[in-house]
């Protein structure tokens, strides 16, 4: 897997993603193509692997600070410190 400016991934590379607020920073946590990952939830690794809801193309990222989309409200789903994101223009290495 490569980022969009042709540099390869790796386990453990810190990266900005877009949040409504500008980007945060979280480190890449597991590939899609090989399923390789660094010591996470394994409860969440199984789920990945078994439900296959890693999409093609796409890696699992970990918050690096304060979870920029936690909230408190009681009306939605409590979210995670993993997320699902593509590898795309948008993910970008943390240099």
């Known amino acids: 897997m490569k980022y969009h400016d042709g540099h390869?991934?790796?386990?453990g590379d810190t990266v900005r993603v877009p949040v409504p607020r500008g980007t945060a920073r979280a480190?890449?946590?597991m590939l899609e193509d090989t399923y390789a990952h660094l010591e996470i939830d394994k409860d969440f690794v199984a789920w990945v692997e078994r439900d296959c809801v890693l999409e093609k193309g796409s890696v699992v990222i970990?918050?690096?600070?304060a979870n920029p989309f936690a909230h408190n409200?009681?009306?939605?789903?409590p979210v995670g410190n993993y997320m699902f994101s593509p590898v795309d223009?948008?993910?970008?290495?943390d240099i």
Do not use: N, Q
Request: glycine share 4%.
């Open 62 to 65: 970990e918050w690096l600070g």
């Open 89 to 93: 223009e948008h993910l970008e290495r």
């Open 8 to 11: 390869p991934i790796s386990l």
């Open 73 to 77: 409200d009681v009306r939605y789903a």
């Open 27 to 29: 480190r890449i946590v």
